[in-house]
């Protein structure tokens, strides 16, 4: 039997699926200094630097005092640093932002600065070194991660 020269049906559809997904998909961001991609890095850096201090937190990962301290030195440096991408001209798709964080800015800092404190804590929890206070701190974080969300990021 003779092959069908070129694409197979198999690359055909995958290129059909993926033109279709093109356009469907998020947005771009078109902004020459790219502030939504920027802010959105930091905030994935955010989820991947507690990850391993919430399984600790939640018995799913040994207690290691030494990582534990790093990690939570990492978070402190991140924290301070979306915020700045948030200037006035980047309420534009793709950004899950709500109008709420240019209409309310000082509640929008007020969150930040209840969240670096939670981090703050949460470094002092790692000089203790007792599970207890760590579990406390741990979750402070992440509760104040969903309250800011809650009120300044769209759910879709
Ligand atoms: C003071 C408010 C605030 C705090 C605190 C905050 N976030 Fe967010 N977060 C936002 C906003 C606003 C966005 C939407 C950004 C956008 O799409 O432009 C966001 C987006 C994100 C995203 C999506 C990134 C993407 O790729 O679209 C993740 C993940 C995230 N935050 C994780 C966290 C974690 C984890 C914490 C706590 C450790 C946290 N955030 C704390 C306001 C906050």
Not at 34 to 42: D, I, L, N, Y
Not at 91 to 110: C, D, G, I, M
Not at 112 to 130: D, M, P, W
Request: proline share 8%; aromatic share 8%; net charge positive.
């Amino acid at each position: 039997m003779r092959s069908i020269p070129g694409l197979s049906i198999g690359a055909i559809t995958m290129l059909v699926l993926f033109a279709l997904g093109a356009c469907n998909g998020p947005a771009d961001d078109t902004h020459p200094d790219q502030p939504v991609t920027k802010r959105r890095a930091v905030f994935k850096q955010f989820t991947r630097t507690l990850e391993p201090m919430g399984m600790v937190a939640r018995d799913r990962k040994k207690y290691n005092p030494q990582e534990f301290g790093v990690s939570a030195l990492e978070l402190q440096k991140l924290a301070t640093q979306p915020w700045v991408y948030f200037t006035p001209d980047s309420n534009y798709p793709p950004t899950r932002a709500n109008p709420e964080v240019w209409n309310k800015p000082l509640e929008f800092e007020q969150a930040q600065e209840k969240y670096q404190a939670t981090v703050r804590q949460l470094v002092e929890s790692a000089r203790i070194g007792n599970l207890e206070v760590i579990r406390a701190a741990v979750n402070d974080v992440q509760k104040s991660c969903k309250t800011c969300h809650d009120q300044f990021r769209s759910a879709s």
